[in-house]
């Protein structure tokens, strides 16, 4: 079953057909899968459950606990990607914009940022913001000020740990989102051991010394130290609830510098001391201004808008495959804007969901929805619903872009323990982990049958992961080699 595989896996897309599948041909998969996932030591004393269907006829190839709800961890965002597929399209773009308002007395006072739920809003974005305002010739006397209004003020959904707060993965939510709501540090070790680590960041300098009281606007403080020569780094990112975040650990006299993505305290000031930064480069020194507050007065004039590329560019590259938890949060936030107006929210959103699983089959009464991205400790769904979300997938208009923006297991993205196996190349899935979670979804391309649909979803495991992965390996490979 194990080949040698010291490059990517050539990709075997599934394909819609493919000999059949004889009842004696099932009946000997379902008694060596059952062999198989018996005498894994990797999955003893855990919760498996195993669901793979024939895409082509539906039929039940295999099952084990498909009715039984798992902690989902992040094959969760297939929920939020395929229904915001349907709902939203292929082609949605995020788009922010700015605008002049004007005062009493006609005269321009306010630059207002009108923020669009965009996750990928970036420097350059930005600085093409200032830019434009520069062009309109008018220094706003109030300078700019933000609209985050889009979406709810909940910057964390129910469930999650806060000891993630600080961490790249799990930065707070706001329809205002710049630089995925991170600052980009760089860590160099002091000159001796025990002295504090010198810390920069882009794209601004958001450090605060240690002793300093932390705020909204001093998200990072820097508590490491300087570890012996050789020592291993220890270096991480704390933050307890409403506090700021600090750089932890250490890292070793001598070792090069290393980077680190901090989650900032509040995005909205995140945005409005960039935009005040930019603005003074650019020679628009003005008076920087609070929240955003209703209009002085009309007519209020557009200057910048920026689009975000459209979903079918970002679904794959930016979501799925790098499994970024802040994509999805604000996707489904955005459904929840969408599908049940100002401000969009996680339960407007989760509502949404809800209703759109009924609509493919789905009892919604079997899932558990606190947020989008699956890093909820109270997210639950069964290999049954899953399967069932691929299948209505492969069915409808989006197959190939679904198929195209999947990891590849041993080819693209980081489905582990396929590399080497005959799956390698034909397992397109999204996965999901979390402590004592590890689940995977999507399609398998048999050498001899159609695509088969699975889901296949371990909980309540406390085992060796390398052991996990290879008794799923084998499990999928077997059903490939059919």
């Not at 308002?101 to 974005?125: K, M, N, S, W």
């Not at 601004?204 to 009281?213: C, F, Q």
């Not at 969901?353 to 606190?370: N, Y």
């Not at 989006?398 to 190349?425: F, K, M, Q």
């Amino acid at each position: 079953m194990f080949l040698a595989a010291a490059q990517p896996a050539a990709i075997v897309t599934p394909a819609p057909s493919g000999a059949a599948w004889t009842p004696s041909a099932i009946a000997t998969l379902r008694h060596d899968l059952d062999a198989l996932l018996a005498n894994a030591p990797g999955l003893r004393r855990a919760h498996v459950g195993v669901l793979a269907l024939d895409a082509t006829t539906g039929a039940t190839l295999y099952a084990r606990a498909a009715n039984e709800e798992f902690q989902p961890a992040s094959t969760l965002k297939l929920l939020v990607g395929s229904s915001a597929l349907d709902r939203l399209g292929p082609d949605y773009r995020f788009v922010t914009s700015a605008i002049l308002r004007t005062g009493p007395e006609g005269d321009y006072a306010q630059a207002l940022l009108i923020a669009g739920g965009d996750p990928f809003l970036d420097v350059p974005a930005l600085d093409d913001a200032v830019s434009a305002l520069r062009s309109t010739g008018v220094i706003p006397r109030l300078g700019w000020q933000i609209d985050a209004s889009r979406f709810d003020a909940a910057q964390y959904p129910d469930g999650w740990t806060w000891d993630d707060f600080g961490e790249d993965y799990a930065p707070p939510l706001s329809a205002m989102t710049f630089e995925e709501n991170v600052v980009h540090l760089t860590v160099t070790p002091g000159a001796n051991v025990g002295d504090p680590p010198s810390v920069s960041a882009a794209p601004l300098p958001y450090v605060a010394p240690i002793e300093r009281t932390c705020d909204s606007y001093s998200p990072v403080v820097v508590d490491a130290t300087t570890g012996p020569p050789g020592s291993e780094s220890t270096l991480d990112v704390s933050r307890a609830p409403h506090a700021c975040t600090r750089i932890v650990g250490s890292i070793a006299r001598g070792a090069p510098a290393e980077s680190i993505d901090a989650a900032v305290v509040s995005p909205v000031d995140y945005v409005r001391a960039y935009l005040g930064a930019a603005s003074e480069r650019a020679g628009l020194g003005q008076e920087h201004g609070g929240p955003a507050g209703p209009p002085a007065a009309q007519p209020s004039k557009t200057f910048w808008t920026h689009a975000s590329a459209p979903m079918r560019h970002w679904l794959g590259p930016r979501f799925w495959i790098p499994s970024d938890n802040l994509v999805a949060e604000l996707l489904l936030k955005e459904l929840g804007f969408v599908a049940g107006g100002k401000p969009g929210t996680t339960e407007k959103g989760t509502a949404f969901e809800k209703s759109w699983l009924t609509s493919i089959g789905v009892d919604p009464a079997t899932v558990t929805l606190a947020d989008g991205s699956g890093l909820s400790q109270y997210d639950r769904i069964t290999p049954r619903d899953l399967t069932a979300i691929l299948a209505h997938d492969w069915a409808g208009p989006n197959r190939d872009l679904i198929l195209a923006s999947l990891p590849v297991g041993g080819a693209r993205g980081t489905i582990e323990g396929i590399a080497g196996t005959d799956a390698a190349g034909r397992v397109f899935a999204k996965t999901g982990s979390m402590s004592h979670v590890r689940g995977l979804a999507g399609y398998l391309a048999p050498l001899h049958h159609g695509a088969v649909i699975f889901a296949f979803n371990v909980d309540d495991w406390i085992g060796d992961y390398k052991a996990l992965a290879a008794a799923r390996a084998a499990a999928l490979s077997r059903l490939i080699d059919d």
